[in-house]
């Protein structure tokens, strides 16, 4: 089936310490995408990626860091440096060219 | 500035009463509106696209239409498995980057 993986589904961090969230996807899309959702807000962007090798920061992308080394995965590294990291992450793809876009079902981060 | 807003903020109804969703937009070229359903504690999936002033999408129990200012999201005869949060995005002009709407959370009682 062809679709997006993020995983884990759930993940606990301590203060301090930097994780990395994982997205694959085998849809063959070109653009790739991570969105931070906090409760009563739209989905933020943290960082796209339209091609392997290349990436753009989104609106937030203060304390996080990403990789695009292949076209199949974009894992988001959220680093020590964010001040407010517990959220619900959603990884997106979408064809170059078109904004319709597909995603995972999410990873929620809390930071204990 | 490019902008989605979605009202109301929560809809309640009991099973068969339909209504609408709002989705307001101001985005310079339109390309494209998108309307998501998303499940709690699942990513969105997608329902429809709509690219111009008068198209219409439907989906079963919903259908989508799209003015130059607005979207509505129709939802006739709803089912308590139609509960779900709506959201609505566009892409600003030249990019696919997408700006969401804070979202519709309905609600249906049997």
């Known amino acids: 089936d062809g679709g997006i993986t993020q995983s884990p589904k759930y993940l606990f961090r301590k203060e301090g310490q930097n994780v990395t969230l994982s997205c694959e996807q085998n849809?063959?899309?070109?653009?790739m995408y991570w969105y931070r959702q906090d409760p009563g807000q739209g989905l933020r962007l943290i960082y796209y990626?339209?091609?392997?090798?290349?990436?753009q920061k989104g609106d937030i992308a203060e304390g996080y860091s990403v990789s695009r080394e292949k076209k199949e995965s974009f894992p988001l590294t959220v680093t020590s440096a964010q001040k407010n990291p517990t959220a619900f992450y959603l990884c997106?793809?979408?064809?170059?060219?078109?904004?319709?876009?597909?995603f995972g079902q999410g990873t929620r981060l809390t930071v204990v | 500035e490019d902008q989605v807003t979605q009202s109301p903020e929560a809809l309640r109804l009991q099973e068969g009463e339909s209504s609408s969703l709002n989705c307001s937009y101001t985005?310079?070229?339109?390309?494209?509106l998108f309307w998501y359903r998303q499940d709690p504690g699942k990513g969105p999936e997608f329902l429809f696209t709509?690219?111009?002033a008068g198209e219409e999408k439907e989906k079963e129990r919903l259908k989508a239409t799209l003015t130059k200012k607005e979207s509505f999201l129709h939802i006739t005869a709803p089912k308590p498995e139609d509960s779900a949060t709506y959201l609505c995005?566009?892409?600003?002009?030249?990019?696919?980057?997408?700006?969401f709407g804070t979202g519709t959370r309905l609600q249906v009682f049997p």
């Open positions: 997106a793809s979408s064809i170059q060219g078109k904004a319709e876009a597909f």
């Open positions: 849809l063959n899309h070109d653009a």
């Open positions: 990626s339209q091609i392997v090798n290349d990436f």
């Open positions: 985005v310079s070229g339109l390309r494209g």
């Open positions: 709509l690219y111009s």
């Open positions: 995005a566009v892409p600003p002009y030249n990019t696919d980057k997408l700006i």
